[in-house]
Each structure stands twice: as C-alpha cells, then as structure tokens.
C-alpha cells in the first residue's frame, strides 16, 4: 500500500503534520519527560534528606565536647560514690570492720541479724539488726566511730534497755539497725528484695 500526502489538500497536510507533531509531543512526554521528572524529584527528596542527615550530624559534632564534659563528671561522681558505698565483694570486709570496732569499743555483739537486701537502681541497701552489751559510754563510742566510717552506715531504730542486775562494763543492752549501702557493678533489674549474707563470725539470733 503506497500512502502519500500528494492527493490531500494543503490544509489537510498541515492538519496531518499538526496531528503527527501532536502524538510525538505526547509520547516524548510519556515515556521520557515525565519518568525523567519522577527521579529529579526522587532525587530532589534524597537531597533534602541526605542535607537534613549532615546537618543533625554536624549539630552533634557541635554538642560532642559538651557530651564529653558531662561524661567526665558523671565518672567523677561513680568515683565518688565508689569512695562512700562498697562494691558488693567489699560488703564481708565492711561488716568485719563492725565488729571490730564494737570490741574496740568494749561492746559486745549478742547477735547480728543481716535482713533482705533492698535493690535500687543502682545501689543495694542492707540492713544488719545489731544487738548490743555494754555501757552508755561504750555505745555512744561505737556510734562514733561508725559514723566516721570512710563508707556510710546508717543506724536507726536504736532501742536502749537498762539491766535490772547491771555489772560494771555492762549495764544496758541495745538493739539498732545498720544498713550499708552497696554500689552495684549493673543496673539492678526490677525485683524483689534478696536475702543478705551474713558476716564471717557473726552469731546469728
């Protein structure tokens, strides 16, 4: 079939050539324009996200020598905390040194009761329940010298008895609670309270 815009009128031809310019437009549009507006704009967002990247990093450069100081006074402050609360290894050492220093005190411990261990974040307490033999002056040596303790040792619920038939080194006797304070290695996991261990030597109730 032989075709040939010869036989149709000018205008015809001109319409035909309208026609033929108006679907090579189109299909350029279709098939290459508009992917090629897809990936600019893909790429544009990329862009947008990849600027947005840099400057958060460039934002945490910026705050990394603030970063650093901080991270240099919380290790002070374990340090500090390392100098008043035992790591649990040190907890047996702690307690001996209670007992010596009641008998340094000519106190005598009647019975020494570690309670269950109470867990916090980032530290344990426990409570020892003390009982005590001796004199006023005796027992207000032995606080003394705890409180003097490098490590804290909180004594409360101190009760104090006179004897009825009292001797010369012992007239009273009392009974009190000393809970240490242990720097745990971890963060504690939330949980209940764990048993205590008792000191070598110590005579339980």
Excluded at 86 to 101: C, F, I, T, Y
Aim: hydrophobic content about 45%; glycine content about 6%; overall charge positive.
């Amino acid at each position: 079939m032989n075709l040939s815009l010869s036989g149709i009128p000018w205008w015809g031809q001109v319409a035909a050539f309208g026609v033929v310019a108006v679907l090579s437009s189109g299909a350029f549009v279709y098939f290459y324009e508009m992917p090629a507006r897809e990936e600019m704009v893909a790429r544009q967002t990329e862009l947008t996200n990849l600027r947005a990247d840099i400057e958060k990093g460039q934002a945490t450069a910026r705050k990394l020598p603030q970063f650093r100081a901080q991270v240099t006074e919380l290790e002070a402050r374990l340090e500090n905390l390392r100098a008043v609360l035992p790591e649990e290894k040190d907890a047996a050492d702690l307690l001996n040194r209670m007992q010596s220093v009641a008998a340094q005190s000519s106190l005598t411990i009647k019975s020494f009761r570690p309670g269950a261990t109470i867990t916090k974040q980032m530290h344990a307490e426990w409570p020892i329940t003390l009982e005590l033999d001796g004199t006023y002056h005796n027992l207000a040596t032995f606080f003394d010298r705890v409180g003097k303790f490098t490590r804290i040792v909180n004594i409360t619920g101190l009760d104090v008895k006179g004897k009825d038939k009292p001797l010369p080194n012992s007239t009273i006797t009392a009974t009190c609670v000393a809970t240490t304070f242990v720097l745990l290695d971890k963060p504690a996991a939330k949980g209940g309270a764990k048993p205590a261990p008792a000191a070598p030597g110590a005579k339980g109730a």
